[in-house]
């Protein structure tokens, strides 16, 4: 996957790539905590976002088997638009991709997104897929095709709404992960558990006049 993103970014005259499963020190806790509080803005500013979904795999009668990626060299092949055609809503929105915690951003805060399935195939971009990410998350194409969405307008409960059904792997994430959703920054306490929610809680109620957040952050955390 790493290779191929940067094959693609070549591609796209991009000069360089950033992942953050690779580009975060994680042994470093400044450095993370840096990252994160930061990676709203990464994401926002990039000229291109990458999305793979590795686990969206489609039957393809054209090519006799399971993928589209049958190439003998392992490369990948660019989808027709008959193939596209192939890939069902349904096995997009049963992607882990449209679960995790951390993705969300990356599927907000871009101005462009690239979705590419199982053998870096090219499925479409965020603009021309707007009522099909919409019906899949329940984020609303005006905020998904918005170049600088402005959450600050969108309710706390509505954006909350949006991380419902997400998960993260450590309970402290699940809070961290939605520091840029609402554009603030505190220091990562990994350990502190379901406290992370209280901390996020608070610093969502210093700047909002949505007092319905301390109920949505404690639904969340349940």
Request: charged share 30%; net charge negative; with cysteine.
């Amino acid at each position: 996957m790493i290779i191929s993103a940067c094959q693609q970014a070549r591609q796209d005259n991009l000069a360089y790539v950033w992942i953050d499963t690779c580009c975060i020190d994680k042994s470093s806790s400044a450095e993370l905590s840096e990252a994160i509080n930061s990676m709203w803005r990464y994401y926002e500013r990039s000229a291109m976002c990458y999305a793979y979904l590795d686990d969206v795999d489609v039957f393809d009668p054209l090519r006799g088997g399971h993928g589209v990626s049958n190439a003998s060299d392992g490369s990948s092949e660019e989808l027709t638009s008959k193939q596209v055609d192939l890939i069902d809503e349904k096995d997009l929105a049963r992607s882990r991709w449209f679960t995790r915690g951390w993705t969300l951003q990356e599927l907000i805060a871009p101005a462009r997104v690239a979705f590419y399935i199982k053998g870096w195939n090219f499925v479409g971009y965020k603009a021309t897929m707007g009522r099909k990410l919409e019906r899949i998350t329940g984020i609303g194409t005006e905020i998904l095709m918005e170049h600088w969405p402005k959450l600050d307008t969108v309710s706390v409960a509505r954006r909350m709404s949006w991380a419902a059904k997400r998960e993260t792997t450590r309970v402290e994430d699940m809070a961290y992960c939605l520091l840029g959703i609402f554009d603030v920054n505190m220091p990562l306490l990994y350990g502190e558990g379901e406290k992370a929610f209280v901390r996020l809680q608070e610093e969502i109620m210093k700047d909002s006049d949505d007092h319905r957040s301390e109920e949505d952050v404690s639904d969340i955390a349940a």
